[in-house]
């Protein structure tokens, strides 16, 4: 049986009823096609979601009632932000699905001295990013929005980090310090294709980010940052529970 999860900008209430439209009515009338009777999961973000039924579906109107809310914890006690060099088409989009998929909890596109396509159309980028990063909650079953944001200077996405762990990815960089007290949140600079250059570096050392490497190969942007959410996961946030179990 396959399970339906739709994403909804709106305020929820259990048992009330009330029509979809818009892309969540195409995508359930249209794209998956389902019928009066069937069940899907709808969510707004707000850190629950609701059973529902379809009451009724045509392909211009479809209504929904809604059934018992449900509070299941699917978000990471990590709060990380991923501060992301704008990289071209896909690799971004990789990217930022991985990552909202690995409980990321912001994401920060910024325009590096290598984005190639920084400064691209960033409003309509944008809105892309934020569409891409939904899917990825309908997808994993995250009940919170990660926050998408665009920042055209890697010194004012600095500047709007204070976590308690700050890291930078570097070719040759350290390995990952794991003692001391572990954070509640962290801050992960990954540069673009071609990386940062070493101003980015220093600008980002200068503001307590510690350079840190993921081996002796060389990754990808995209590779980079999965690899990197997926470790400090593991080792501090939910993953590290899982593996506990």
């Not at 396509?117 to 994993?140: D, F, I, M, P, T």
């Not at 570097?170 to 572990?182: D, I, Y």
């Amino acid at each position: 049986m396959r399970q339906v999860r739709v994403f909804l900008d709106r305020p929820l209430r259990a048992g009330e009823e009330f029509e979809l439209n818009g892309p969540a009515l195409h995508h359930v009338a249209t794209v998956l096609r389902m019928r009066a009777g069937e069940q899907l999961t709808i969510f707004n973000g707000q850190g629950g979601e609701f059973y529902a039924t379809l009451m009724e579906v045509q392909r211009r109107r479809c209504i929904l009632a809604l059934g018992d809310y449900l509070t299941p914890q699917r978000e990471s006690n990590l709060q990380t932000t991923l501060l992301q060099g704008i990289a071209k088409g896909e690799r971004m989009d990789f990217a930022l699905q991985k990552a909202t998929e690995l409980g990321v909890s912001r994401v920060i596109a910024v325009a590096c001295a290598r984005s190639q396509a920084a400064g691209e159309r960033g409003e309509k980028r944008l809105r892309h990013w934020q569409g891409v990063v939904v899917s990825a909650c309908e997808q994993s079953g995250r009940l919170r929005i990660p926050q998408v944001e665009i920042q055209d200077s890697l010194q004012s996405a600095l500047a709007t980090c204070d976590q308690d762990r700050r890291l930078v990815m570097v070719p040759g960089g350290e390995s990952l310090a794991t003692g001391g007290q572990p954070p509640s949140s962290l801050a992960l600079l990954v540069g673009p294709e071609g990386g940062l250059d070493d101003t980015e570096i220093a600008m980002a050392i200068a503001e307590g980010f510690q350079p840190w490497g993921l081996g002796p190969r060389v990754l990808r942007t995209e590779t980079a940052a999965v690899a990197a959410l997926a470790l400090v996961q593991s080792q501090w946030g939910d993953l590290a529970m899982a593996n506990s179990v």
